[in-house]
């Protein structure tokens, strides 16, 4: 996965803890269906400067999303959303930053984990994820995406908005040229 | 459309959700030439959760007869109870898909140090007026393409709070649907009813300008603006 390897723990360095999550997961029944167990970095022990530097990351703005939602019905606009999974795991971790061993999967070395993608619940994680999504998203997907002004030119908008769960749900407006 | 997916798709593991009907648990209801967004069920567990799932609805969140008072032995200094907290959800529907519970909110917003039974009393009313109008939001149709299709309303109410500060308000819409609002006590003293509207204004120009940017990032130029008091 590459998510971080095992190395010696360097003399100085602060392995910062990590917890495990579980959540059951239930229909509309409320049936269990699934079991959800999720691996987080105990964020609170990070140092600014050691840890981490820069943890901004934008929110969409509930107004945004009621401005985009007021026009669509008249201009046409096609609206869709998609939830990436594990989102902030696709994060590259700049800092250099020890985890201990997660519970249950220790090797019994002591050796500890040097991190390489933002791990859920490090401060870093989210700013990391908007400048993932921001580059792979804004080089690729956008400009290719800019139909012909049918009415309006430019009708082509992505909006990013992260929830405090790393889930990320965007919107993408598009003409809708058929209708 | 199709493209932009598969190549989002191509870069991260996705789940698509097609049309949303969900977003940060307000329910979407889109048709041809509407869309309809409101949280009755979030306002169905509160009321849940405070047993008034059947109260007897009433046609205004403050009685305008009954003066709030603060009560000066209260509980000074202390934020923590549960008046605060169920404000603060109750002020997270007003900022989602509600202005018109806005006002009644906002002053029960000043007691939350200072409560009495009084304030515990307009706050069960809010939510006896939410028990009647839970199935209400907002819908946004399709209306024929125009240059100017947003517009909105300030209005400012002199020495209205405490503290002889007054209450600044504006609301926009487009489509006849409320986009933006917001309802606040001025930060400043206005001296007089004017000022204190001038306040209000300014607040809505910025808002005005803050959507004039954003419609016109989406390729909607609006030209002139109709600002009303």
């Not at chain 1, 908007?130 to 690729?140: A, Q, R």
Request: aromatic share 8%; glycine share 8%; proline share 4%.
């Amino acid at each position: 996965m590459g998510t971080w390897k095992l190395v010696e723990k360097p003399a100085g360095a602060v392995p910062i803890n990590n917890k495990w999550v579980f959540a059951k997961k239930r229909n509309k029944e409320g049936v269990l269906t699934k079991y959800k167990a999720r691996l987080v970095a105990k964020g609170c022990a990070q140092r600014l400067g050691h840890d981490y530097i820069e943890t901004h990351s934008p929110v969409m703005r509930l107004e945004t999303i009621r401005a985009i939602l007021a026009i669509a019905p008249t201009w046409k606009l096609l609206i869709q959303q998609m939830d990436v999974k594990g989102a902030y795991l696709n994060g590259t971790l700049k800092e250099c930053v020890y985890m201990q061993q997660p519970e249950g999967f220790a090797d019994g070395t002591g050796r500890v984990c040097l991190l390489i993608k933002t791990l859920y619940g490090l401060k870093q994680a989210r700013h990391e994820w908007n400048i993932e999504f921001d580059t792979n998203s804004g080089d690729k997907a956008i400009p290719a995406y800019v139909p012909t002004p049918v009415h309006i030119s430019g009708a082509s908008e992505m909006i990013s908005q992260s929830s405090q769960y790393g889930s990320m749900t965007f919107f993408c407006s598009q003409q809708r040229s058929d209708l | 459309m199709n493209k932009m997916k598969s190549d989002i798709r191509a870069e991260w593991e996705v789940t698509d959700l097609g049309e949303p009907s969900k977003i940060v648990g307000i329910k979407i209801t889109m048709s041809r030439d509407s869309i309809t967004i409101l949280q009755s069920k979030y306002i169905k567990s509160i009321l849940k959760k405070e047993g008034l799932e059947r109260a007897n609805p009433v046609a205004m969140p403050l009685d305008p007869h009954t003066p709030l008072v603060p009560n000066l032995e209260g509980n000074i200094g202390d934020r923590s109870n549960s008046f605060a907290r169920l404000l603060g959800e109750l002020q997270f529907i007003v900022n989602a898909t509600r202005p018109d519970i806005a006002y009644a909110v906002n002053r029960l917003a000043l007691y939350t140090t200072n409560l009495s039974l009084q304030h515990v009393g307009a706050l069960k009313r809010i939510l006896q007026y939410l028990s009647g109008m839970r199935n209400h939001g907002i819908v946004y149709h399709a209306l024929p393409q125009q240059p100017s299709f947003f517009y909105g309303y300030a209005d400012a109410s002199y020495r209205n709070a405490d503290n002889r500060r007054s209450i600044s308000g504006y609301v926009f819409l487009a489509r006849n649907g409320a986009i933006t609002w917001c309802l606040q006590k001025q930060v400043s003293i206005a001296l007089l009813s004017t000022e204190a509207e001038y306040v209000a204004l300014s607040e809505a120009a910025q808002e005005a300008c803050w959507l004039r940017n954003l419609y016109g990032e989406l390729g909607l130029l609006q030209e002139g603006i109709a600002t009303l008091i």
